[in-house]
């Protein structure tokens, strides 16, 4: 079965330093996709970065950006200059796809990310 | 109104009580999910509907009962619930199809549902 585990059920970081928010997953699948959606307090999730498994070099979003380690099944989200409107939970997702086929999201329990001013 | 909408965003209900949950996506997109959010655990997925048809019934005890009229409205119709029920309850879409690419899901600001 596909999981997803995020081991961290709270962080904290000083506003403007970096934090590294852990997600490992399990699956026997080559073929897909990892996802970290953030839910600020006002609930509506939104997506915050993505990375293809096919691909090597790690993805990046401005502030965002990922630590893709595909042999160990590790994908963590590094957050640099943090700011207050950073606090959320951050849910890390997976997804297979293949031949045209995707799977379903499959969540971890979230970490929820303070910032101290 | 722009992504994805639900209404009601709170709802309190009795266990013998009927009520729904819409969501609406003003997207364009040709799926929809709903899940189920308590506190510490994962988010579950509930229901998809994939071009108005369901793909997807995540083993959901039939007290909750899906609509999906067309590819823009989703609706979760509630009946005789319990308290373990009470969560929040979160609608979302996507462009969905073939190929390689990451179909992002948009997700609703959800409905807090509370069963007394």
Redesign the interface.
Known sequence: AQTVTQSQPEMSVQEAETVTLSCTYDTSESDYYLFWYKQPPSRQMILVIRQEAYKQQNATENRFSVNFQKAAKSFSLKISDSQLGDAAMYFCAYRWDYGGSQGNLIFGKGTKLSVKP | ETGVTQTPRHLVMGMTNKKSLKCEQHLGHNAM?WYKQSA????E?MF?YNFKEQT?NNSVPSRFSPECPNSSHLFLHLHTLQPEDSA?Y?C?SSQ?G???A????Y????TRLTVT
């Open positions: 999910y510490k655990k994962p988010l997925l998809v997807e929040l979160l979302a969905d073939s190929g390689r990451a179909y992002e899901q997700f609703g600001p959800g």
